[in-house]
């Protein structure tokens, strides 16, 4: 499902870790079913927060 959600966005995701990869659809997931994001806003998130616990920085 959620390579599905996010399908308009493989480009963007390609570029990626697979690790982060994975942590980013994770995160986008919840954020767009339950953070009211657009996909847009929520897979942009999603990456940002795996990229942040991937390096251990403190947001």
């Known amino acids: ?3 599905d959600l996010f399908k308009d966005y493989q480009e ?3 570029v990626l870790d ?3 990869k994975a942590l980013a659809l994770k995160y986008a997931t919840d954020f767009y ?3 009211n994001c ?7 998130r999603g990456i ?3 990229e942040m616990e991937k390096r251990k920085i403190q947001p």
């Open 12 to 14: 963007r995701l390609n």
């Open 48 to 50: 940002v927060k795996a």
């Open 1 to 3: 499902m959620k390579e």
């Open 38 to 44: 657009s996909k847009e806003e929520a897979i942009e």
């Open 18 to 20: 697979e690790n982060i």
């Open 33 to 35: 079913l339950n953070k």
